[in-house]
């Protein structure tokens, strides 16, 4: 299965834009990159998800490097609300159908 | 209903009681999944239900037992568990396990078990 890589901690202020990287070298033609948010005490969360196009949707907009390697979400506006492990992940069908594997993510604080 | 839901939300068991851990969701999903998360570590997958039927069982001990008895509803059958199973146990649903990839996945709050 295909790897991806996180920071594993970003800081921003609220009302600022985050940008959080992630790579994934070995991504193959079909894997989707999905994103995914851990709130403290609960459970994953869906973000948004993509396979080669960048993506907008209410929550954030996902920017898809051409060559597919790395990504990057972004979150136009921390709110404080918007403190959570961020989580990428690569999924695709053959052996990997049903297989949603988290990575390390990375823990992203937002100050006030 | 884009609900997930997982009951108890908090279980205390001693090492060798039996006791099980109830998901449910009504979205008409065809695949769910039971993942364990210990502290300050990423979910990792256990099992993965496709149409009822006991798809994906990631070499999971035989004390955890899951089972699927319809579409709506899983269960997790603990039995003889050790202190180092204490972790949050998290339920999620999908649309099906081929679509998982370009649909969401949907999380329970989990349940948090501690084995004493």
């Known amino acids: 299965d295909a790897k991806t890589t996180q920071p594993n901690s970003m800081e921003s202020n609220e009302e600022e834009p985050v940008h959080l990287p992630c790579n994934h070298s070995?991504?193959?033609?079909?894997?989707?990159i999905h994103w995914y948010r851990q709130l403290p005490s609960q459970g994953p969360e869906y973000v948004i998800h993509g396979l080669t196009s960048n993506v907008n949707n209410r929550m954030a907009s996902l920017a898809i490097a051409e060559d597919r390697k790395s990504s990057t979400l972004i979150l136009h506006r921390a709110t404080l609300r918007d403190a959570a492990v961020y989580y990428c992940?690569?999924?695709?069908?053959?052996?990997?159908?049903?297989?949603?594997?988290f990575g390390q993510g990375t823990i992203l604080t937002v100050h006030p | 209903d884009t609900e997930v839901t997982q009951t108890p939300k908090h279980l205390v068991m001693g090492m060798t009681n039996k006791k099980s851990l109830k998901c449910e969701q009504h979205?008409?999903?065809?695949?769910m999944y039971w993942y364990k998360q210990k502290a300050k570590k990423p979910p990792e997958l256990m099992f993965v239900y496709s149409y009822e039927k006991l798809s994906i069982n990631e070499s999971v001990p035989s004390r955890f037992s899951p089972e699927c008895p319809n579409s709506s509803l899983l269960n997790l059958h603990l039995h003889a568990l050790q202190p180092e199973d204490s972790a949050l146990y998290l339920c999620a649903s999908s649309q099906d396990i081929w679509s998982v990839g370009i649909t969401e996945a949907f999380f329970g709050q989990g349940t948090r078990l501690t084995v004493v």
């Open positions: 992940i690569l999924n695709a069908g053959g052996t990997s159908y049903g297989k949603l594997t």
């Open positions: 070995t991504i193959s033609g079909t894997d989707y």
């Open positions: 979205m008409g999903h065809r695949a």
